[in-house]
């Protein structure tokens, strides 16, 4: 099926989301949509699927102009769509996800279940796509469940199939599942639209590239083009994507950790005797693969959820009983890792949130009264310093974009007296230019000698801002290393590989490691790593940190 | 109303929107008042709901009747339909609002020194104070509810609470005797202290043991309701002595909430402690470290805990305060009109203080309106029923469709094809919040 878009235009009062929008998707194509976060790339896909009704433009399928007016038209005529945010009914099956709105009935007029099931497991088995149709929905992990979405518009005979940022949500394994199962669909004749800003998952699956910014297509590209090409192209300038640091200067150790063992409500040891230092003027970069416990250990650290054992000192003190309001006070600053969830109340406004967690305290509040007019003026302040893009200071937080609602987390976590930052996932889901901000406030806290901790399960973020690297696997760490090291030798770690080079000596980064040694080891630990599926495969293939750093 | 309903992203703030509007030159005032109308904000569906009850409730108040019914002729039944629905309202209307009779009357006497010496001053005056007096304990409970609502917690339990404080304040009203404006206060005073206790005992069991609050303030009415039914079994209680019926004796003259204008008008002191209460919650929410924290504990717990906020003390103080101020529709009740305590006195407050609540979109300044509302249709029904024998429960029947369409935002928006607004109204906030 041949699907083009002819000059889509798409307003929205004085907001113009789509000008004009061409571009076409040949059958059996991945086209990759990439643009920053409010390019219009949504929006584009909204009116492609009968969302939403265009201004002007038109959609022409196969060269006959079709015209949508509700997304039952849009799956009528081939295309599907995997939301961002999945549509499934957690308590139901796969197969009775897939049927659900389509459900046939058999002679007596009742659901056809095993007629469902079959071609769930028909489209699962030709598709490599490996779901049980009679596992229970909220039983699979994220990326299954995007299986089951894809399924569910397949079965609809999808022709055009269209994934919203898919991999915003995946582990890296997760990922390269995803990619498998594109490029099969792709070699089936099913063409794939793949929304993303994230440059190098574009270019490694994409076709055709087209870029999109500020509403408007600024340039295709084939997926052979550069990423410093691809990112000045999103955002209208050359961004720099490696992050300009000076060599760390790490004073003494503000923050340790030492034994810290931390179960998870259902009894489950999520960190197992964990240790390690931070250090004024450094920061540590956690990596590891997402769900080895560095949400619970991040939880811990600001003691929302107890620790079983071990201890936590903020220069001496003993933290590890206190309340997490004391722990903010004693001086850590937190970047949480959802940050709707925990970071933010979306229904405030950006003022209220700014001081979420000062507002008892003066200059905002005197006695049991706010002071309205200093939150104010502090939120002007935070605004303009952190250039939050607002309306106004009143502006509820839940409109603003990722990027603007983790700037205002970090003004206000930055605006509080701080001896430690612990920022976790700080960067996910935001767009390049946000990226860039994030990451140049973070080394600016390390500059003033604040002690970092970077959870991050993407690689070139850990490499981008980390002093030193502990890996992070089923609750241990699997060993420290320098940011200098073997990609390869990061991804065996995060496997659970042994800490061969320092064993025994985990507190000390060992700041030389034997480069000959980390290769070999890395080579040979490929396949193991590869059985385990917990390091992002293109890692081991990237020739070493500078490389990798170019998606930050 | 023809062109099919424009989707927008719920991301796009009307105000956006608006201003699109007024660029364009084509666009009428008109239109765009109609335009903006058909936004479907909580405030319009609102309005909305209290207009399509009204009709709904006239047309069956017009098509029960039976002179209605036994019409000779299809336009003597529209008539007389139009005569019985219209005549309901302005019966209700004279009940509780103004009554023009009671200006003709005063208007006939030689002077107006005789008019207030007579009641007939008064008697202009009367609708408004039955309505305020009707009121009064609708505003309490409901910002009973209203408060812990904001903080994310139902509470039920209005009648437990209502009875807690009943309870303190006409043991404390007879079986103390102090100087006349303390005794007052003190049982004031008991009144809230007594409604307190209850709320503070669902706020602590939900805040230690993670029990739902709905199902604990329910259960604590019923404990509430057979304990004061058991206080009132036994002259070694409260039952007063000599009396063969569950019912207190009567409260000191000096516990009475004072009348505001002479004894010709019901109107006391209890409607001034209401509206207080009302800018007291206010002020609590939107101008104290207190209320910061009960709004961000009930628009998102765990960014709450997370910004180092107490949430279970936020549980435990919320529900403190709100069943307080059901205490104190009790004290309000018990010193204001009825003076002593019987199984009956606590009524429904603590369901319809639901109801206000939700008709008040949770906010102090709308349970105000809200109570109003109630108490007007309260104070008006009697007459509704003598002048047009329209039965006293179409006030209730008009109570449940104004709730079912406030409750329903889409069943508004579907009949006047107004667009989704973003959020979709405090009815499915609440309705989304029971599985919290």
Not at chain 1, 30 to 40: K, P, S, T
Not at chain 1, 321 to 350: H, K, N
Not at chain 1, 419 to 447: C, N
Not at chain 2, 404 to 426: E, K, T
């Amino acid at each position: 099926m041949e699907l083009e878009l002819r000059g889509i235009t798409k307003r929205f009062g004085p907001l113009v989301a789509n000008d004009g929008i061409s571009l076409s998707v040949a059958p059996g194509q991945v086209h990759a949509l990439l643009g920053e976060n409010g390019a219009g790339k949504t929006t584009l896909m909204n009116v492609l699927y009968g969302l939403m009704r265009p201004d002007e433009g038109e959609i022409v399928i196969d060269g006959k102009p079709a015209s949508f007016d509700s997304p039952k038209d849009a799956i009528a005529a081939g295309i599907g769509m995997v939301h961002q945010h999945f549509m499934l009914v957690p308590v139901f099956t796969v197969a009775e996800n897939v049927t659900l709105g389509i459900e046939q009935a058999d002679r007596v007029g009742l659901l056809d279940r095993r007629r469902t099931r079959r071609e769930v497991a028909d489209l699962s088995h030709r598709y490599g796509l490996d779901v049980d149709p009679d596992a229970l929905v909220e039983d699979l992990p994220v990326g299954l469940q995007q299986r089951v979405e894809i399924v569910k518009a397949l079965v609809r005979q999808a022709n055009v199939l269209i994934l919203d940022e898919p991999t915003a949500v995946l582990t890296p394994a997760e990922t390269e599942e995803l990619f498998r199962i594109i490029r099969q669909l792709r070699d089936g004749g099913t063409s794939v639209i793949f929304i993303s800003h994230k440059l190098r998952e574009v270019q490694a699956i994409a076709d055709t590239i087209t870029v999109l910014r500020r509403g408007a297509v600024v340039g295709q590209r084939e997926p052979s083009a550069t990423a410093e090409d691809l990112a000045s192209l999103m955002v209208g300038r050359n961004v720099q994507l490696r992050v300009n640091k000076e060599p760390a200067t790490p004073g003494k150790p503000v923050l340790r950790v030492s034994d810290l063992t931390v179960r998870g409500d259902d009894g489950r040891t999520w960190v197992d005797g964990l240790s390690f230092d931070v250090r004024a003027g450094e920061i540590l970069g956690i990596a590891g693969v997402q769900g080895n416990g560095q949400t619970e250990l991040c939880e811990a650290l600001m003691g929302l959820r107890p620790a079983a054992s071990g201890a936590v000192t903020l220069n001496d003190r003993d933290l590890t009983r206190a309340t997490p309001r004391a722990r903010l006070r004693a001086g850590i600053a937190y970047v949480p890792e959802d940050r709707t969830e925990d970071g933010l109340v979306g229904s405030f406004s950006v003022a209220e949130n700014l001081v979420l967690d000062m507002y008892d305290r003066k200059p905002f509040a005197s006695g049991v009264n706010l002071n309205l007019s200093a939150i104010a003026k502090n939120a002007d302040a935070r605004i303009s310093e952190f250039d939050v893009r607002t309306g106004s200071s009143a502006t509820v937080a839940g409109t603003l974009s990722g990027g603007n609602q983790q700037k205002v987390i970090l003004a206000r976590e930055l605006g509080r007296e701080h001896k430690v930052l612990i920022a976790s996932q700080p960067t996910r889901g935001l767009d390049v230019g946000s990226i860039e901000f994030v990451h140049r406030r973070i080394v600016d806290q390390r500059d003033h000698g604040v002690a970092v901790i970077i959870v991050s399960s993407e690689l070139d973020e850990i490499y981008a801002l980390a002093d030193r690297i502990a890996v992070m696997y089923e609750g241990k760490i699997t060993g420290f290393r320098d940011p200098s090291v073997h990609a390869a030798e990061l991804g065996r770690l995060m496997a659970g590989g042994a800490d061969v080079v320092t064993e025994g000596d985990a507190d000390v980064p060992d700041v030389a490691p034997v480069p000959g040694a980390a290769t070999m080891l890395g080579a040979a630990a490929v396949p193991e790593a590869a059985g385990a599926e917990p390091a992002p495969p293109e890692a081991s293939e990237t020739p070493g940190a500078t490389a990798s750093q170019e998606e930050t | 109303m023809t062109t099919p309903p424009q989707a927008e992203p719920a991301a796009t703030p009307p105000a956006g929107a608006d201003k699109g509007r007024e660029k364009s030159p084509r666009k009428s005032f008109g239109t765009i008042l109609r335009e903006s109308f058909l936004e479907g904000n909580t405030f319009t569906v609102t309005v909305l709901a209290l207009v399509t009850a009204t009709v709904l409730g006239g047309i069956l108040c017009a098509f029960t009747n039976s002179t209605v019914l036994h019409a000779p002729t299809a336009g003597a039944t529209i008539s007389r339909a139009w005569d019985v629905a219209s005549g309901t309202y302005v019966a209700l209307f004279e009940g509780s609002v103004f009554n023009p009779h009671t200006i003709a009357a005063l208007f006939q006497q030689a002077s107006l020194s005789t008019a207030v010496h007579d009641g007939y001053l008064a008697a202009v005056f009367q609708p408004l104070s039955e309505t305020a007096v009707q009121a009064t304990p609708l505003i309490l409970t409901g910002l009973a509810v209203a408060l812990p609502y904001r903080a994310g917690l139902f509470n039920i339990g209005g009648q437990g609470q209502f009875i807690g404080g009943a309870i303190m304040a006409a043991w404390l009203g007879y079986d103390v005797h102090l100087p006349i404006v303390v005794h007052v206060v003190v049982c004031v005073i008991g009144g809230f202290v007594g409604g307190a206790v209850v709320g503070w005992f669902t706020g602590e069991i939900k805040a230690r043991t993670g029990a739902h609050e709905v199902i604990v303030t329910i259960m604590l009415n019923y404990v509430m309701q057979y304990f004061l039914a058991y206080l009132l079994s036994s002259q070694s209680l409260l039952q007063a002595s000599g009396s063969p019926y569950p019912i207190t004796p009567s409260i000191a003259s000096n516990a009475h909430l004072p009348l505001l204008f002479g004894s010709n008008l019901r109107i006391n002191v209890g409607f001034l402690i209401a509206l207080a209460c009302a800018f007291g919650v206010w002020w609590l929410l939107n101008r104290t470290t207190t209320g910061f924290e009960f709004r961000s504990v009930g628009a998102n717990a765990s960014a709450a805990r997370v910004a180092g906020m107490n949430v279970e003390r936020s549980w435990v103080l919320v529900f403190l305060i709100g069943g307080g101020l059901a205490g104190l529709a009790g004290s309000a009740v018990i010193q204001g009109t009825d003076f002593t305590l019987n199984p009956q006195s606590y009524g429904t407050y603590g369901i319809d203080a639901i109801t206000v609540a939700l008709l008040g979109l949770g906010r102090p300044g709308g349970v105000v309106a809200a109570g109003l509302l109630f108490g007007a249709l309260h104070a008006g029904s009697p007459g509704m029923q003598t002048i047009t024998s329209t039965p006293v429960q179409i006030v209730q029947v008009l109570q449940a469709l104004i709730v079912l369409f406030v409750a329903a935002p889409p069943l508004i928006r579907a009949i006047f094809r107004l667009r989704a607004a973003r959020a979709g109204g405090v009815g499915s906030t609440m309705s989304k919040g029971w599985n919290a």
